[in-house]
Every structure is written in C-alpha cells, then in structure tokens.
C-alpha cells in the first residue's frame, strides 16, 4: 500500500489517539505507535496480555474509526484452513455435478472417439473448482477487500502449532494459495491484529512476522479516562472512589483480576442504582459484577470494610 492510500487516521500517531478517542478508545503512545507503524510497515499487530484489557476492543475500534470491514477468526483447538481460509461451496459442486450428468449425453455426441470426449469434459471439471464453487472465509475474505479491512485473528495461542504454520504465508505476503485456482494476492492489505492470553508459548517464526504489543492492566489515571468515555454520566467523585478500589482489588491474592471491561460494567451498575459514593453494603451486593469467581468474590468481601475505608480516605 503506498502513502497515497493511506486514511486520514492513520496519516501519524496523534491521528491514530485522536481517531480511535472519537470512538471511545482511550490510546496510549505505545498503542498508537504501533497501530501507526502496522499500516506502514504492514506488519500485523500480535498483542498480548490479560484477559479484558482491550486488546479485541483495539481492533473493533480501528474498524469503526477507518470505516473498515472488521473480519474477525476465533481460534480454536482443531481450527482448519477449511474455517480459516475457504471451503468448496459442497451444494453447489453436488447439483452442478447433478446437471452434469443429465446432460453429458448432449456434450460428447459430437465428439469423435473417447479421446475427444474426455477433453470436452476436462472443461467442465474446472469450472467444478472454480472461484464461483468457492465460499471465503475470514483470511481469504480479508484478501479479497478493496476498501480496506481490519482482520482480527482472536486468541491464536488457543489454535494448534498447525494453524500457526498456516498463517505464516498470509501475514507474511498477505497472500492466500488455493491449489485449484492458484495465489490470490491481496489488494488492499488489511490491518491484522492477533490477540493471546498467553495460555501456551507462540511460535518464533510467528512472532517474527509481527510488531509486538504488550497491554496490562492500566493506572488509575488512564483507568478513569477509560471509564470516563464509557459511562459519561458518572460523578468525578463515584469514578474516582470506583477506580481506587478497583486498583486495591487488583492487589489482591485473588485468581481472576477485575478487567477493564468489568471495571466498565461496574460503572454503569452504580449509575443505574443511583450511587452516589461507596459504601461496604453496596460494595458487596455488586462485587459478581467484577468478580466472576466464588473463591474470589468470599476472599475480597472479607476485606471489603478496609478496602472501601482506604478507597475513601484517599479519594476525600
């Protein structure tokens, strides 16, 4: 892609922050460096990092801001190129092969001898793998977009070692062979963000193929901004209590740590029960709404009086 084609919102890395905040998308530097240097460079993006810490939401939001197509692959255990890449349209094949046979008659009486009849068939055995027989998936669908497109491979580290090897050609090339018909080339390359959790180790010749991010769980500044252009109708002073505690339950020895994502809900909970600050009852009757674990919601309601007691006095 030249610097022609680039959009407007990814014309430098303050119209990346700038372009993805009109959505509601709070970026840091980092963030958009590397959104910038992806379209540029067209190197696909790998993000890892905990769960709920926006990395899907980055490329839902992309999407939104550039007005692109957003084609997005959940990887799976067993997930193949016939998920990933393309299938053979099955019915398709099936009721031409059906006319076929009707009509085979009619194609090879004139022709003159079995040799003759072999080749007016051979015609017909192409078009039976042809791109009209051909039904796009994700990867082949992001190959074939003329206005630009951001394609989501989500979770890859739970995909197989075999998947990993298939996407090598097409983040590298941003390119798809399909043997029948040959290489389709794309033209518009997309903006490819793969997303991990971290629960298995990518491969290297993976990762060398893409610009590497890494999103943790944000500071208690860039938290309230987050929460700020989410909930918009929240108190300066319930956000900041909210935060604060959210931050202490993050220190907690607890299995799964709130998300930004529930950090969000929780937000708009709070609202919608017409809080105006923090107290322990109302803490503990929502801490399901952050919590998604019993062991965790038991370990941190035992705390809550000290946590909600130290929340406040920092925020008074």
């Known amino acids: 892609m030249t610097s022609d084609a680039t959009p407007t919102g990814l014309s430098s890395i303050e119209a990346v922050t700038e372009g993805l905040a009109t959505v509601g998308y709070i970026s840091t530097a980092d963030i958009s460096l590397v959104v910038y240097l992806a379209h540029h460079l067209r190197k696909p ?31 799976y255990e067993g997930l193949d190129e016939s998920k990933a890449l393309y299938e053979w349209k099955y019915g398709k ?75 090598l050609e097409v983040l590298s090339d941003y390119q798809v062979t399909v043997p029948e018909i040959g290489t389709i080339s794309a033209q518009v390359p997309p903006l490819v963000i793969l997303t991990s959790n971290n629960t298995r180790e990518l491969g290297d010749a993976l990762k060398r193929r893409c ?3 890494h999103i943790d769980f944000p500071d208690a500044d860039l938290e309230s901004r987050i929460v700020r252009s989410r909930v918009p109708d929240i108190s300066a002073r319930l956000l900041a209590q909210l935060v604060g505690f959210i931050q202490k339950v993050r220190e907690q020895n607890i299995r799964k740590l709130p998300s930004i994502s529930e950090t969000i809900d929780w937000a708009r909970t709070l609202v919608l029960l017409h809080a105006e600050a923090l107290d322990p009852a109302l803490v503990r009757g929502t801490l399901n709404v952050i919590l998604k674990r019993q062991s965790d919601i038991l370990e941190v309601a035992s705390k809550v009086d000290g946590l909600v007691a130290e929340t406040l006095g920092e925020s008074a």
């Open 211 to 213: 610009l590497h991010l």
């Open 93 to 167: 094949q099936l009721l031409y092969t059906q006319i076929l046979k009707e009509k085979i008659h009619h194609l090879i009486e004139s022709a003159d001898g079995l040799d003759a009849s072999f080749e007016k068939l051979a015609g017909f055995q192409d078009l039976f793998f042809s791109r009209e027989f051909l039904e796009p998936r994700p990867l082949l669908r992001a190959m074939e977009q003329t206005g630009g497109s951001v394609l989501l491979i989500d979770e890859i580290d739970k995909s197989d070692e075999e998947f990993e090897a298939l996407l």
């Open 45 to 75: 993006i790998l993000i890892e990092g905990p769960a709920g810490v926006g990395k899907t939401d980055l490329a839902r939001s992309a999407a939104q801001y550039l007005g692109f197509e957003l084609l997005r692959m959940q990887c």
